[in-house]
């Protein structure tokens, strides 16, 4: 049974940190594509970033907005992946959900093309200005 649990949310100031976890179980995460997705109030969701998985060479991906700022990383020991975010803005508040996908060629340097297959529940970032 596939499944991710997120952690590391909470209440930070603008301009601090925050690492946000994603624990992978039921699957062997170096096969998988990893993304990391967040929903504001009133928004649509947005993908964050991505990193491919399964292939010779690891592609990433982040949104413009988060670029030089956030860093999305996995440890295969751990099967575990995370996002460490930098230089936080209160634009960046939102609940933030870690998806993975066994197509690799869902994540490249361009974009997230297409719906992720498994989701995990959310951990909410504030970032108070």
């Known amino acids: 049974q596939v499944q991710l649990v997120e952690s590391g949310g909470g209440l930070v100031q603008a301009g601090g940190s925050l690492k946000l976890s994603c624990e992978a179980s039921?699957?062997?995460?170096?096969?998988?594509?990893i993304a990391w997705f967040r929903q504001a109030p009133g928004k649509e969701r947005e993908g964050v970033s991505c990193m491919s998985g399964g292939t010779r060479y690891t592609y990433t991906y982040y949104l413009d907005s988060v670029k030089g700022r956030f860093t999305i990383s996995r440890d295969d020991a751990k099967n575990t992946v995370y996002l460490q975010m930098s230089s936080l803005k209160a634009e960046d508040t939102a609940v933030y959900y870690c998806a993975t996908d066994t197509r690799y060629y869902i994540c490249s340097g361009d974009g997230i093309s297409g719906e992720f297959d498994y989701w995990g529940q959310g951990t909410q970032v504030t970032v108070s200005s």
């Open positions: 039921g699957f062997t995460l170096y096969y998988h594509t």
